[in-house]
């Protein structure tokens, strides 16, 4: 079972590169999120998608943006990468509504040099 | 705000002992609360939720329990073994829709052989 798969894995930019961070999932999950970790801050919600067509700011947006383009599909992207934004990203989905449990993908790691 | 908080960030035991982790919370609205594990530059990886009308949850070794008025949850890993060894995380659930998480920092535990 796939669950929810991220690509890179890794990543190196220079300051001021943009990149798009791909999320899909294949659980036909209603909602999908955008996280990173960062030591000694815990994961932060950076946008999430509560349903397809829809998408939210979280704790932290400033910098990002994101799309939805599909049920499957919730991509982020780093318009002008900062060093602030090296970061492990994790992109997670689950269900809308009842339990709601959540599945992350594997994380991408991303270095602004 | 919801604020989320475990301590201690890292704990070490003799394999054999049983775990017993802490996650408090501010805001007693909560839907539900989730545990998860997270191995070295890997993804979260789900264990037990806990519905907010729930008092606990158990799966195997691990049983964990919900206080919603003090704002508290354990986790108890019985008779800990090395594979334990991982950093532990909780996340609260504030709402029915949308399903955004607040997660705590986490602890790290070790289980020594």
């Known amino acids: 079972n796939a669950g929810v798969t991220q690509t890179p894995k890794f990543q190196v930019l220079k300051t001021g590169q943009s990149m798009t961070l791909q999320c899909a999932q294949d659980?036909?999950?209603?909602?999908m999120y955008w996280y990173r970790q960062d030591p000694g801050m815990g994961l932060r919600l950076i946008y999430y998608?509560?349903?397809?067509?829809?998408?939210d700011k979280g704790e932290v947006p400033n910098g990002y943006n994101v799309s939805r383009l599909n049920k499957r599909e919730f991509s982020l992207r780093l318009e002008s990468a900062a060093p602030s934004q090296t970061s492990v990203y994790f992109c997670?989905?689950?269900?809308?509504?009842?339990?709601?449990?959540?599945?992350f993908g594997q994380g991408t790691r991303l270095t602004v040099v | 705000k919801q604020e989320v908080t475990q301590i201690p960030a890292a704990l070490s035991v003799p394999e054999g002992e049983n775990l017993v982790l802490n996650c408090s919370f501010t805001?007693?609205?909560?839907?539900?609360l989730q545990w998860f594990r997270q191995d070295p530059g890997k993804g979260l990886t789900s264990l037990l939720l806990?519905?907010?009308?729930?008092r606990e949850q158990t799966s195997g070794r691990l049983n964990a329990s919900l206080d919603k008025s003090s704002g508290r949850s354990t986790l108890y890993i019985a008779a800990s073994q090395p594979g334990d060894s991982a950093t532990y995380l909780c996340a609260v659930r504030r709402g029915a829709a949308g399903n955004k998480l607040t997660f705590g920092g986490g602890t790290r535990v070790l289980v020594k052989p």
């Open positions: 805001d007693s609205a909560i839907y539900n």
């Open positions: 997670a989905s689950s269900e809308a509504t009842g339990a709601g449990i959540a599945f």
């Open positions: 806990i519905q907010s009308s729930q």
């Open positions: 659980m036909n999950h209603n909602s």
């Open positions: 998608s509560a349903s397809e067509g829809t998408t």
